[in-house]
């Protein structure tokens, strides 16, 4: 079997689980193939803490939870340094990040100091305590959730926070049809909790990402495709309903997720409607809506979608 062909396996092994949410079980496997890390936004009740334990489930990843909340200490993210009285030596006891998918659950609910915590993991893959480095697990991935609705006792993510993450994806209502397809599964006796009695098994691996990601690498990219993603980026920096642009580094994401978009299609090559498919959920929370624009209902959704149709399409 293929590495593409495990990996798409994933999908089908989530629905297991979830029932929907197809839009986000691709963009999680997309991030994973591209050392990605995502941000799920939704309200409470849509299946995202299930989405991404039965993710790890199916490619036999370690997972670890970390509920956010506003006590929450960098160490206890981190890992610390402690005294073993026995021996009078100095140990360090490995925090939660040492795993393979760290679900970051209502991250907005921490203070930034411990928001912080996880940049350096999440750019470097290693945290430093008490001035030594210490490496991260390979695959490593960050999937943080946040709820939209509520803003008290919230701390906004920064920019420097929000840059880290590959997708911003949003996670909706079911359909009607969906929705009913839970009902008769809670009905009929499924435990959310025990994905073992769900059949959810291990369908791909570690071993299995390495090839897909060396494969994603090789992706070709004409150089016209480029220079779209260039003028998307440059077009947002111009637009005057935003006061914050794509940086390069959001162009050079959208790159990458159009690769891995492309990829998981089994296409050869990356063309403009991969790009734009990505775009989206690569660049809505790169980008910073002037304040007038935001009373009058604009989304960032909706000035991309705007950009990504005055920007010339190569052919």
């Given at each position: ?50 989405l ?8 036999a ?65 290693q ?56 009902l008769a ?33 090789g992706?070709p990219?004409?150089?016209r ?26 162009a ?44 009058e ?14 920007v010339?399409?190569?052919?």
């Amino acid at each position: 079997m293929s590495a593409r062909e495990a990996v798409l396996r994933v999908r089908e092994e989530i629905a297991k689980a979830v029932v929907g949410q197809d839009g986000a079980v691709s963009g999680l496997v997309a991030a994973l193939l591209v050392r990605g890390h995502v941000l799920l936004e939704g309200v409470p009740g849509v299946a995202k803490t299930l989405l991404v334990k039965t993710m790890a489930a199916t490619l036999a990843l370690d997972f670890k939870r970390v509920q956010f909340t506003p006590d929450l200490m960098p160490s206890d993210i981190t890992g610390q340094v402690i005294f073993e009285q026995r021996d009078g030596s100095f140990r360090f006891r490995q925090g939660p990040a040492f795993t393979n998918l760290l679900l970051a659950d209502e991250i907005n609910r921490t203070p930034p100091k411990t928001q912080a915590a996880l940049l350096e993991a999440m750019e470097e893959r290693q945290v430093s305590v008490e001035g030594q480095a210490h490496r991260l697990p390979d695959p490593f991935l960050v999937v943080a959730t946040q709820n939209p609705v509520e803003y008290e006792g919230t701390y906004p993510l920064p920019e420097a926070q929000l840059d880290r993450f590959l997708f911003k994806l949003v996670v909706g209502y079911p359909t009607s049809e969906q929705e009913q397809t839970v009902l008769a599964r809670h009905h009929a006796g499924m435990d959310p909790h025990d994905l073992g009695t769900l059949g959810v098994r291990a369908v791909a691996g570690a071993e299995d990402l390495a090839e897909g990601r060396k494969e994603v690498g090789g992706v070709p990219v004409d150089p016209r495709v480029q220079a779209y993603i260039v003028a998307i980026a440059r077009a947002t920096r111009e637009s005057p309903s935003l006061s914050l642009g794509v940086s390069p580094r959001g162009a050079t994401m959208l790159l990458h997720a159009a690769k891995a978009w492309s990829w998981l299609a089994g296409r050869q090559f990356v063309s403009p409607d991969e790009v734009k498919a990505m775009a989206k959920p690569t660049l809505r929370h790169r980008v910073q809506l002037r304040p007038e624009v935001e009373l009058e209902g604009v989304t960032a959704d909706g000035v991309l979608d705007g950009i990504l149709a005055s920007v010339p399409v190569p052919r």
